[in-house]
Nanobody
Framework: QVQLVESGGGSVQAGGSLRLSCAAS????????MGWFRQAPGKEREFVAA????????GYTEAVKGRFIISRDNAKNTVYLQMNSLKPEDTAVYSC???????????????????WGQGTQVTVSS
């Protein structure tokens, strides 16, 4: 089992920044990728970014490229999502997830992830 706890959400004006954290505990050695997803009201959950624990390969959805940066601190078992130049359309509940699949590519879909955090709200006002 892997437990994930997100923090760092909040409210910010457009153009502002927030940094989300996802602390992993438990059998973290079983996870190979960590991802961030988001779900806005009335919309489906969508992939935001992911990173491989070993090597640090990353992937982003097109909507956040150049604005968001995913990183990890292996010693702290923590993954971060630095969100810059935030837009109102970034408003959503952001959840981190852990994938135990030994994929050669960045997993982009929710079904590739086994463990999920409870989510943290990010609200961007115009």
């Amino acid at each position: 089992q892997v437990q994930l706890v997100e923090s760092g959400g909040g409210s910010v004006q457009a153009g502002g920044s927030l940094r989300l954290s996802c602390a992993a505990s438990g059998r973290t050695i079983s996870s190979y990728y960590m991802g961030w997803f988001r779900q806005a009201p009335g919309k489906e959950r969508e992939f935001v970014a992911a990173i491989r624990w070993s090597g640090g390969s990353t992937g982003y959805t097109e909507a956040v490229k150049g604005r968001f940066i995913i990183s990890r601190d292996n010693a702290k078992n923590t993954v971060y999502l630095q969100m810059n130049s935030l837009k109102p359309e970034d408003t959503a509940v952001y959840s981190c997830a852990a994938s135990t699949r030994r994929l050669a590519y960045i997993p982009l879909t929710a079904h590739d992830y086994t463990y999920w955090g409870q989510g943290t709200q990010v609200t961007v006002s115009s």
